[in-house]
């Protein structure tokens, strides 16, 4: 198996590499998705949550408000860490599941875990290559108002809660410009393809008996 810690801030464009990863070949396990079921109604970290932050932070149905949640945490940096404190261990849980079954089905698997927080989260996993999407502040922020209809001044709080682009860059193996048009993305997606299978298939044949 050939891991890859694939990472990128808020609206950096991360989805769109993972996307094209998938595409290609690879397994996709989403942290963003894992984060989700492991604050499921019922779930420990969900109690933990509420005990924490109380139950205004719940909808109707039992479920995160996730809206409410965030409210309360981007306006306050030990909110988030209390918050994040809570959430990375369960995700890191259910990722190192997720891996294993990854390499069980298929030993040669070139596995892309996407990662929002893995500077900010400390992720441990054996990866044999970081990626990171890259795109400057202006550029996001621009894509968030557009896009998601965010308020500039929101965007800017939920960019600057993130780890800070040079935190980003200084564990990254490989950067890919995401500023640029969707093509050009796409386009060092597929050569960071290439050299993967390459670099996957030589771990393979070291490790053969």
């Given at each position: 198996m050939y891991l890859i810690?694939?990472?990128?801030?808020?609206?950096?464009?991360?989805?769109?590499?993972?996307?094209?990863?998938?595409?290609?070949?690879?397994?996709?396990?989403d942290a963003d998705q894992l984060a989700r079921v492991a604050v499921e109604p019922g779930t420990a970290a969900?109690?933990?949550?509420?005990?924490?932050?109380?139950?205004?932070?719940?909808?109707?149905?039992?479920?995160?408000?996730?809206a409410a949640l965030g409210a309360v945490v981007f306006a306050d940096p030990a909110a988030l860490a209390r918050l994040n404190a809570i959430?990375?261990?369960?995700?890191?849980?259910?990722?190192?599941?997720?891996?294993?079954e990854a390499a069980t089905r298929d030993p040669d698997a070139v596995v892309v875990y996407?990662?929002?927080?893995?500077?900010?989260?400390?992720?441990?996993?054996?990866?044999?290559?970081?990626?990171?999407?890259?795109?400057?502040?202006?550029?996001r922020v621009g894509r968030m108002v557009q896009l998601r209809g965010m308020a500039e001044a929101e965007a800017l709080r939920r960019i600057?809660?993130?780890?800070?682009?040079?935190?980003?860059?200084?564990?990254?193996d490989v950067v890919i410009d995401t500023a640029g048009s969707l093509s050009q993305t796409l386009a060092q997606a597929d050569d960071l393809w290439l050299r993967v299978r390459a670099a996957a298939n030589e771990k393979s044949v070291r490790g053969a008996p």
């Open positions: 810690g694939l990472t990128g801030g808020i609206a950096s464009g991360k989805s769109t590499v993972a996307r094209r990863l998938a595409e290609l070949g690879a397994v996709h396990i969900i109690d933990q949550i509420v005990d924490r932050f109380g139950p205004t932070v719940l909808g109707p149905d039992g479920g995160l408000d996730r959430v990375h261990p369960a995700v890191r849980s259910l990722s190192n599941q997720l891996i294993r996407d990662v929002p927080l893995l500077v900010e989260a400390a992720v441990d996993h054996p990866f044999d290559l970081i990626v990171v999407a890259h795109a400057d502040e202006t550029t600057r809660s993130q780890a800070s682009d040079t935190e980003r860059l200084a564990i990254a």
